[in-house]
T-cell receptor
């Protein structure tokens, strides 16, 4: 299957700072990337859908000014959590797909805000 | 009522047994159905991807889709302790759209 990577895998930051998470499709070009967050023992919650070269589409209840998404190339999307607070601590997972194909997930990034 | 229902488990089976997982859904527009396996603190791994009704087999895994009943299943034969994980069903209306996930079923295979 296709490979999607995320960096970093784990990050700790202080409250009020910003954190950037990268998502890369390593062996295919992803026209669409998705960002999810997952709380312990819960399923994935879609945050936003990102198409290369255009603005991300955010799900209802997700603050677009807080969670900045950039999809500048067909292999890279970034999620920036701005002015992070402890309630933003979560497991963030990206996924990528080509048109009409399966969706492949990255390994996730664990964010802890202190 | 959630759009996709999945028993959270945990489902505990002895090694070598068949693991049977299922999801029900309410949206008749769903056409593509997936099963993912997720280990703790890892991203989901795609196991099976099927279109419309029918069966699909891949190694020890068999996926079944019954659109008339809005019911999908995943069977794992000869289960191993390494199969212990959370299994998520997911579905979409058209290829390329966003996925709708079930809540996941935690499976424990005991040696």
């Amino acid at each position: 299957g296709a490979v999607v990577s995320q960096h970093p895998s784990w990050v700790i930051c202080k409250s009020g700072t910003s954190v950037k998470i990268e998502c890369r499709s390593l062996d295919f070009q992803a026209t669409t990337m998705f960002w999810y967050r997952q709380f312990p023992k819960q399923s994935l919650m879609l945050m936003a859908t990102s198409n290369e070269g255009s603005k991300a589409t955010y799900e209802q209840g997700v603050e677009k000014d807080k969670f900045l998404i950039n999809h500048a190339s067909l292999t890279l999307s970034t999620l920036t959590v701005t002015s992070a607070h402890p309630e933003d601590s979560s497991f963030y997972i990206c996924s990528a797909r080509q048109p009409q194909n399966e969706q492949y997930f990255g390994p996730g990034t664990r964010l802890t805000v202190t | 009522q959630k759009e996709v229902e999945q028993d959270p488990g945990p489902l505990s089976v002895p090694e070598g047994a068949i693991v049977s997982l299922n999801c029900t859904y309410s949206n008749s527009a769903f056409q593509y159905f997936m099963w993912y396996r997720q280990y703790s603190r890892k991203g989901p791994e795609l196991l099976m991807y099927t279109y419309s009704s029918g069966n699909k087999e891949d190694g020890r895994f068999t996926a079944q889709v019954d659109k008339s009943s809005k019911y999908i299943s995943l069977f794992i034969r000869d289960s191993q302790p390494s199969d212990s994980a959370t299994y998520l069903c997911a579905m979409e209306e058209a290829a390329g759209n966003k996925l709708t996930f079930g809540g996941g079923t935690r499976v424990l295979v005991k040696p």
